[in-house]
């Protein structure tokens, strides 16, 4: 392929921003860095604004974006939530769910988003019954993925259970493989490509049996593959945990082989010091889902904790109550500030390693999250001239980004060299809002 080169006004380097450089890309790849370029050359794609590497959105739920509006009616908690959440779910066949998800993809792709870790525990079809290609569902949304321009990591999710000792229920049948060697040999035949990482998960510890928790482990160490888990999301999850094993859900996933360096906790919210210990010794992730986590009231995690203990912090936009990295990262700084009272405890660069380069590494693309020679050439432009960004400091422009920009900011995301989305415009997915509109009015009518 042709070298192509784009120059960005500002550039973030890791951990300080950089007038005037130039990004030179072929084959995918960024085959050079080159700073002290004060203008466009000849030929050169102009990113005006600040340029950082593409953000990794490392849970989603992508049906989940078809309850935004719905389940803000009213009041509740995680569990009233969840039966809405099931309704929808009834709904999806692999070609609805394609069309939702594609326009999913393709909003977080305006969002400066460049791999998505989906977190994907609907398998089967009404009744639990496979489809005719048992990972169907899974391949609508690796074909989603692909038609948004985005990278994806599949995280085929273990669901064999509706609690401890229990059988999954009506709403659960579709999710459930009813052994974690079913789900173990179903998930086999989904394979890694170019754009595509092919990953596990656990549920949590509720949809799992103890028993077969090493099972899914074991899948994860043979590909060397993302691991991810829900942990202790709910007060509620740890109290029945210790009713049933006497223990948290940490140290029943530790006592089991699952936490480990590829392994990414998700919210691990409802943590004990021991848990925290063991999150960060085992040098296992920790996903925050700050908006997820506010908007169905579970409370926040101790993030700045797990961090210190050894945990490396990565975020999600999870339910899509919002689709907004750049959210989620000064959200968990100011809920730290609102649990403390103390203000400070993340720089702006420390957040967007979170958003970008640990981001991806838990996702399985340890080759994405920065803006250097040989890495894969995805990134994103944050304009510093809206009525959120106008003004900075050039050497502050990643505190602005961070806490001011949103998503509405984002005017250039580039994926594996392919300019994805330019001035603001989605190359493949021209109108997103109408996609979206027509994909989710179609699953409530």
């Known amino acids: 392929m042709p070298l192509t080169t784009y120059w960005a006004e500002h550039a973030w380097l890791d951990s300080y921003v950089e007038p005037g450089v130039a990004l030179d890309v072929q084959d995918g790849r960024i085959v050079a860095v080159r700073t002290g370029v004060g203008a466009p050359e ?22 989940h974006r078809a309850l935004r509006g719905t389940v803000q009616v009213g009041s509740g908690t995680f569990w009233t939530w969840r039966e809405v959440m099931y309704q929808v779910s009834s709904r999806l066949t692999p070609e609805t769910y394609h069309a939702l998800a594609r326009a999913v993809y393709a909003e977080m792709a305006l969002a400066g988003i460049t791999a998505v870790g989906e977190f994907h525990y609907l398998h089967h079809g009404p009744g639990g019954v496979p489809y005719a290609d048992p990972n169907a569902m899974g391949e609508a949304l690796i074909a989603a993925a692909a038609d948004a321009g985005i ?23 579709r999710f459930s493989d009813r052994t974690a060697d079913a789900w173990a040999e179903r998930a086999t035949l989904l394979k890694d490509s170019d754009q595509v990482r092919i990953g596990a998960a656990v549920h949590s510890v509720r949809a799992v049996p103890a028993a077969q928790l090493e099972t899914v482990a074991a899948w994860a160490s043979a590909r060397q593959a993302p691991l991810h888990v829900h942990l202790s999301e709910q007060t509620a999850e740890n109290d029945a945990c210790r009713q049933a094993h006497g223990v948290t859900p940490t140290r029943l996933l530790a006592d089991h082989g699952v936490l480990g360096p590829r392994t990414t906790g998700v919210h691990n919210t409802h943590l004990t010091d021991e848990d925290i210990a063991l999150i960060g010794s085992t040098g296992t992730g920790t996903c925050m889902c700050p908006t997820t986590e506010r908007d169905l009231a579970d409370g926040i995690g101790p993030a700045a904790a797990l961090q210190r203990a050894g945990s490396p912090l990565s975020l ?21 500030r609102l649990r403390t009272r103390t203000r400070g405890h993340w720089t702006a660069a420390a957040l967007l390693r979170a958003a970008t380069g640990d981001g991806h590494a838990a ?9 250097e020679t040989g890495a894969l050439a995805d990134f994103t432009t944050v304009a510093l001239d809206s009525v959120r960004t106008a003004g900075p400091v050039a050497r502050l422009a990643a505190e602005t980004a961070v806490f001011a920009a949103t998503s509405a900011d984002v005017r250039d995301t580039v994926v594996a060299g392919r300019h994805v989305v330019r001035s603001g415009t989605h190359t493949l997915v ?7 509109a027509e994909a989710i009015t179609g699953l409530r009518a």
């Open 316 to 336: 999600g936009s999870d339910s899509h109550a919002v689709i907004d990295l750049l959210e989620e990262a000064r959200a968990m700084e100011l809920n730290e």
């Open 430 to 436: 021209p109108d997103v809002a109408s996609a979206l």
């Open 151 to 173: 990278r994806i990591t599949l995280l085929d999710t273990a669901y064999l259970s509706s609690g401890f000792g229990k059988a999954p229920d009506a709403h659960q049948l």
């Open 42 to 63: 000849p030929g050169a794609v102009a990113l005006g604004g600040l340029t950082l590497p593409g953000l990794a959105n490392t849970h989603s739920h992508a049906f």
């Open 363 to 371: 996702l399985g693309w340890e080759e994405a999250g920065r803006l």
